[in-house]
């Protein structure tokens, strides 16, 4: 049975004593034991968040990391860095760094790889845009992402990796994609991961949707079969709306 995971994607909100705050708050809330509860933080305020999630069943995650251990990359953080602090999971591949920051589905596939040695899960973004799936070529695009994405890896590792399906146009836009259309496209990975690694890796891989998520629609979402849990961002914010999706 796949335990459903609900990550929040803070991007980049909140300061340090912010961060505090809404971590003291969403703590406040009684949390479903069979929902496992992730908070993706900005790197600034991962140390501090830590010391608050201690004793708590909430994971911690980063929003970003590099591929390589340590070296010349001005401004960036080495998953020794996230791993010494206890960071759980990393969101790669998010559709703000792709569009934003030119991520690849090489560099994807780099940084998986690198969160994997240094056991820390990834949760990875695929998505399409609007003009994708106007065009009618939406289910290619996310199959070919999937494939890119796990180049080379293992299927041993399948159970650690989480894939967040996010379409492009419904992320931050107050647009959502219908329950059947989510259930859809998340089906699609679930059968790409099948053609890759086998019904094991099928049945086990645990799939999100993200994209304007909210307390009104994650019932919903989370009645579909292919459904495995949200990546959250504006209401995860909020500590009372990011419990009501976690207590869907």
Known sequence: MRIPIIAGNWKMNNTISQSIDLVKNIKKEDIKDK????LAVPF???YEVKKHLDGTTIKLAAQNMHWEDKGAYTGEISPLMLKEIGVDYCIIGHSERRQYFNETDETVNK???A?????????VCVGESLEERERNIHEDIVKDQVIKAL???DKSFIKDIVIAYEPIWAIGTGKTASSEDANTMCGLIRKTIGHM???NAKNTIRIQYGGSVKPENIKELMEKEEIDGALVGGASLIAED???IVNY
Do not use: C, D, M, Q
């Open 35 to 38: 929902v496992e509860v992730v």
């Open 44 to 46: 600034t305020s991962l």
């Open 111 to 113: 940084k998986i790889k």
């Open 115 to 123: 969160a994997l040695k240094h056991n820390i899960k990834p949760i």
């Open 151 to 153: 180049e080379g890896i």
């Open 197 to 199: 690694y086998g019904e």
């Open 242 to 244: 990011f419990i009501r």
